[in-house]
């Protein structure tokens, strides 16, 4: 034990020595908040928006009245080229620990979804739960100052958030890509935009983007499809306290939803039943089999027609039915295409 613990006070002494008594910390690194990528000639266009809090005029470290960030923008091959040039464009070492937000823009391809994610999959530091996004220009979303909070990108979240609890958006996160685009077929994320002019411009959130196994954005997902969608989903939207669904330019408020999934097969013909339960107070005449027509026009348009999963049905099948998930796991879509879909919905306060 002794001469362990010698070894270990002479590697201390030698990094003292080497380092000259200075180790770096973390504010010896680059902050990477945000991250916007683009199509560019060639490959890729990579933004971050790394924090700044040493504000001009400010009596603290953060001054809440500017943009505490700054944007660096890069050109590469791949994002891991880009985010190299990046790291010597910002003088040092990147930190993607904070990251918040990874925003796609809708002209970028996932033929090669590595040349995209690798440096993210790689980099332990990085929260998994990282939200995505896309839009039109991703460069401009990440350097559009959000001046409600010290710090941007704090923002993010939120305004997702908020934007799915009300229905209006799908969230995504960088998990998701292997467990959603690849098992199951496709991945929806939130479709961001900036709105307005000059001091009113605002970052808002306008519905859902499907990104399809063709490696593109292929089409979106209207508010009503999108809020009834979410009640099935397991996560992330199932976290929040209450949701929103609306119905027939009515509002409908869920504080918890419980989804039950189950499979059959009848003559050779298989058969998919979803019930679902809300609490609600919103007991209105009508309102369940409206929200059941709603989820069996949506589940029969993406499921059965776009052979996009956005709802988990694939993830239950293969939960309780291992062996028929097997069966048509490269060809789930020859499977839903020739499934009876059933839909039940529930109210109790």
């Known amino acids: 034990m002794k001469r362990l613990d010698l070894i270990l006070l002479l590697a201390a002494a030698a990094l003292i020595i080497l380092s000259r008594?200075?180790?770096?910390?973390?504010?010896?690194?680059?902050?990477?908040?945000?991250?916007g990528i683009d199509k560019a000639e060639g490959g890729y266009s990579v933004t971050l928006q790394l924090f700044k809090p040493e504000a001009a005029g400010s009596d603290t470290p953060v001054d809440i009245s500017k943009a505490n960030f700054k944007n660096i923008t890069?050109?590469?091959?791949?994002?891991?080229?880009?985010?190299?040039?990046?790291?010597?464009?910002?003088?040092?070492?990147?930190?993607?620990?904070?990251l918040q937000l990874i925003v796609i823009g809708e002209d970028v391809s996932f033929s090669s979804p590595e040349e995209i994610f690798a440096p993210f999959r790689e980099d332990k530091s990085i929260y998994p739960g990282v939200y995505l996004a896309s839009a039109k220009n991703a460069g401009e979303i990440v350097?559009?100052?959000?001046?409600?909070?010290?710090?941007?990108?704090?923002?993010?979240?939120?305004?997702?958030?908020?934007?799915?609890?009300?229905?209006?958006?799908?969230l995504s996160r960088l998990v998701d890509i292997d467990n959603r685009l690849y098992e199951l077929g496709a991945a929806a994320m939130p479709y961001l935009e900036?709105?307005?002019e000059k001091e009113q411009r605002c970052l808002t959130v306008r519905g859902s983007r499907i990104l399809g196994q063709s490696g593109f954005f292929e089409g979106e997902v209207s508010r009503e499809e999108g809020a009834a969608l979410s009640l099935l989903r397991s996560t992330p939207e199932a976290a929040f306290p209450e949701r929103r669904v609306f119905l027939n330019g009515s509002e409908l408020t869920v504080s918890k939803s419980t989804a039950t999934v189950s499979f059959s097969?009848?003559?050779?013909?298989?058969?998919?039943?979803?019930?679902?339960?809300?609490?609600?107070?919103?007991?209105?005449?009508?309102?369940e089999e409206a929200l059941e027509q709603v989820l069996t026009k949506a589940l029969d348009k993406y499921l059965r027609q776009s052979h996009t999963d956005l709802t988990d049905l694939s993830a239950q099948l293969r939960l309780w039915h291992p062996k028929l998930y097997a069966k048509y796991k490269s060809r789930?879509?020859?499977?839903?295409?020739?499934?009876?879909l059933e839909v039940s919905v529930s109210f109790y306060s």
């Open 332 to 340: 789930l879509y020859e499977l839903w295409e020739s499934t009876e």
């Open 21 to 35: 008594g200075y180790t770096p910390g973390i504010t010896d690194k680059s902050i990477v908040h945000a991250v």
């Open 74 to 98: 890069a050109d590469g091959r791949d994002v891991g080229q880009c985010l190299s040039e990046l790291s010597q464009k910002a003088g040092g070492e990147l930190f993607l620990g904070h």
């Open 265 to 287: 097969q009848s003559k050779g013909q298989q058969r998919c039943r979803v019930a679902l339960k809300l609490k609600t107070k919103d007991t209105r005449g009508g309102s």
């Open 194 to 196: 900036l709105s307005g």
């Open 143 to 170: 350097s559009f100052p959000i001046k409600e909070n010290a710090v941007t990108a704090e923002n993010y979240r939120r305004i997702l958030d908020n934007a799915a609890s009300g229905g209006g958006a799908l």
